[in-house]
C-alpha cells in the first residue's frame, strides 16, 4: 500500500508540473491553427527555447507526439552491474537519491501518460542475450543497451534497426539526442547506434578536464573558463598554465610525491589527445567508413612532438600506470593542476578540501572549431533491434522516453555529478554541457579490430614521434579490418 501511494503521488507530482508548462508543437507534427488570428496569436506568445527549463521544453514536445495509450511493456535489455548501466534504466520506487528519483518519476509519467511500463533486463553477456532472441524472433526487447564494441557488433551483423528510418517519428537533431551519434555513426547512409538523455553511462566515461582552484590562485593564474567562452583554450595555452606549476618535493626524484601541472592515466587519457584534436582513424567519405589517419600525417607529428615534451620532457606531467585512483588521490591532495579523466570521477572527488573547476580538453588550436572529446568504450549505446513489431510506435515511445529523461534524469545527473564541489560554480555546468554537445565518435575506435587509436596511445606513451613508419606497418591491417567490417555491412 505504501509503494503504490508513493506512486501515485509521484505521478500527481508529474502530471502538475507538465501541466503547468507553456507548449508549442513539434517541427515534425502539423497543428497549425485554422485561422490567421489564432496562428499569429501561436507565435507572438511563444517563449524561445533558450528561456526555458528541460521540463518546458520536454513539454513542448511531448504534447506534438500521438496522445495515446498503448497498454504495454516496454523491455529494456542493459549490462548486468556495469557502472550506471542498470541505473540509467529503472527504479523501484521515489528515493532520496537524485538518479534513483529520477528514474522513477520519468518511468512513472510513461505509464501515466503513454500506459508505458518500463522494464529491465540485465544481462551480463548482453551482446549474446540480443543475438539470440533476434535470431529466434523471441521479441523480447524492445531496445538495447550495450557497450560500444558490442553495439557495433550488434550492428555489422545485421541486428539493429536503422535510426534514420524513423527520423519523421523523433526528433533526432535536438538536444536530448547526442549530435556526435548522429553525426559519425552513419554507416551506409544509416545509423544504427545513438547516444542521448535515456543513458548516463555514456556521460560517465566521457573524458573532460579538471583544474585545482586553489593552485591557480596560489599561483596567481587566471582560472580558464573565458578561454574555453572565446576559443582560446588550446594545447599551447594549456602547456603555459602546466610549466608553471611543477615542483620536487624536495627529495631529488620526481615521483608520484610531487607536484604536476597535469595528471592522467596512461588509458584513455593519452588516447584523448588524439580526439581532443579533432582526428578521426576512420572518416565517411561520401557515406563509406575510410581509414583516413594518413591524411592527418603532419597533424598528428606535431601532436606527438607536443605530447612528448608535455608528458616525457622536464617532470611537468604525471601518468600513472594502469592505477586511476593515484592520479586521483594527487589532485585531491594538490599535487595536479590539471587532471584529465572521465567525468564520472568527479563524484568520486567527494572528500577533496580544495575547490576544482571542469573544463573541456583543449583544442588542438583556436582555428579548430569545436571542443572535441571521447567517450570511453564501456560506456552504454542505445539501440532498437532490427525485429522489433511496429517500429513507429516504438519510435514515438523511445522519443518520450527521451524527452522525459531531458526533463528528470538530466538535471538530477548534473546535480549528483556537481552537488559536491567545493565551489559550485555555474561555469562548471555551463561547460559540461559544452563537453556533452561536443563529443566525437571514431568507427575505428568502435571497432578495435582496426586498432589505429591503439597504435596512437602506445606511440604517446612511448614519447615517440615514430608515426611514418608505424602507420605503413598498421594501414593494411586497419583497412583489411574495416573491408571486414563493411562487407557485412554491405549484406545488410
Keep these: 500500500m505504501k509503494k503504490l501511494l508513493c506512486i501515485f503521488l509521484t505521478l500527481l507530482f508529474v502530471v502538475g508540473v507538465f501541466a503547468s508548462c507553456a507548449t508549442t508543437p513539434s517541427a ?13 496569436e501561436a507565435v507572438t506568445t511563444e517563449v524561445p527555447e533558450e528561456e526555458l527549463s528541460n521540463e518546458e521544453i520536454a513539454k513542448r514536445y511531448l504534447d506534438a507526439l500521438p496522445q495515446a495509450k498503448y497498454n504495454r511493456e516496454f523491455n529494456i535489455l542493459c549490462m548486468a552491474g556495469v557502472g550506471n548501466s542498470e541505473k540509467e534504466i529503472w527504479a523501484e520506487e521515489a528515493s532520496t ?22 522494464t529491465k533486463n540485465a544481462q551480463v553477456a548482453v551482446s549474446t542475450a540480443a543475438q539470440n532472441d533476434i535470431k529466434s524472433n523471441a521479441k523480447s526487447y524492445d531496445l538495447i543497451m550495450a557497450n560500444g564494441p558490442d553495439t557495433g557488433a ?89 610549466k608553471t606549476v611543477s615542483k620536487d618535493n624536495g627529495d631529488g626524484k620526481f615521483d608520484q610525491n610531487d607536484t604536476y601541472g597535469f595528471l592522467t592515466t596512461n588509458g584513455g587519457g593519452l588516447t584523448n589527445f588524439l580526439y581532443t584534436s579533432d582526428i578521426r582513424t576512420v572518416e565517411l567519405r561520401d557515406g563509406t567508413p575510410e581509414v583516413v589517419m594518413g591524411e592527418y600525417q603532419d597533424k598528428i ?27 586521483r588521490d594527487m589532485f585531491m591532495n594538490n599535487q595536479g593542476l590539471f587532471y584529465s579523466e572521465v567525468l564520472s570521477y568527479i563524484v568520486n572527488l567527494a572528500d577533496m578540501d580544495s575547490p576544482y573547476g571542469v573544463l573541456p580538453t583543449p583544442k588542438y588550436d583556436e582555428k579548430q572549431k569545436d571542443y572535441r572529446t571521447h567517450v570511453d568504450g564501456v560506456g552504454s549505446m542505445i539501440s532498437i533491434p532490427s525485429n ?28 549528483v555529478t556537481l552537488k559536491r564541489k567545493k565551489s559550485r560554480d ?42 611514418a ?17 563493411m562487407k557485412k555491412y554491405n549484406k545488410i
Design 28 to 40: 515534425n507534427t502539423d497543428t497549425s491553427k485554422n485561422t490567421e488570428e489564432q496562428t499569429t
Design 97 to 118: 537519491e537524485p538518479i534513483e528519483d529520477a528514474v522513477f518519476k520519468r518511468n512513472a509519467a510513461m505509464y501515466d501518460t503513454f500506459g508505458v511500463t518500463i
Design 154 to 242: 550488434l550492428a555489422q551483423n545485421g541486428y539493429l534497426y536503422n535510426f534514420l528510418d524513423l527520423a519523421d517519428y523523433m526528433n533526432l537533431d535536438k538536444e536530448w539526442w547526442d549530435p556526435g551519434t548522429l553525426r559519425d555513426c552513419v554507416i551506409n547512409g544509416k545509423v544504427y547506434f545513438m547516444n542521448g538523455d535515456i543513458n548516463i553511462l555514456d556521460n560517465d566515461v566521457t573524458w573532460i578536464m579538471l583544474f585545482n582552484k586553489k593552485m591557480i590562485e596560489d599561483n596567481d593564474l587566471t582560472e580558464p573558463y573565458d578561454l574555453v567562452k572565446n576559443g582560446t583554450w588550446t594545447l599551447d595555452k594549456f602547456y603555459e598554465y602546466v
Design 301 to 327: 607529428l606535431d601532436l606527438l612532438a607536443y605530447c612528448k615534451k608535455l608528458l616525457h620532457e622536464d617532470n611537468v606531467s604525471w601518468v600513472s600506470i594502469n592505477d586511476p585512483a593515484q592520479t
Design 388 to 415: 522489433i513489431d511496429k517500429p513507429e510506435e516504438a519510435a514515438y515511445i523511445i522519443e518520450a522516453f527521451a524527452l522525459y529523461s531531458y526533463a528528470y534524469l538530466t538535471p538530477a545527473y548534473y546535480d
Design 426 to 467: 555555474s561555469e562548471s555546468t555551463e561547460m559540461i554541457d559544452i563537453i556533452l554537445q561536443s563529443r566525437s565518435y571514431d568507427i575505428g575506435y568502435i571497432y578495435s579490430t582496426i586498432g589505429l587509436p591503439t597504435m596512437f596511445n602506445q606511440l604517446v606513451a612511448n614519447g615517440s614521434t615514430d608515426f
Design 469 to 485: 613508419s608505424k602507420y605503413k606497418n598498421n594501414e593494411k591491417k586497419a583497412k583489411k579490418a574495416l573491408e571486414s567490417i
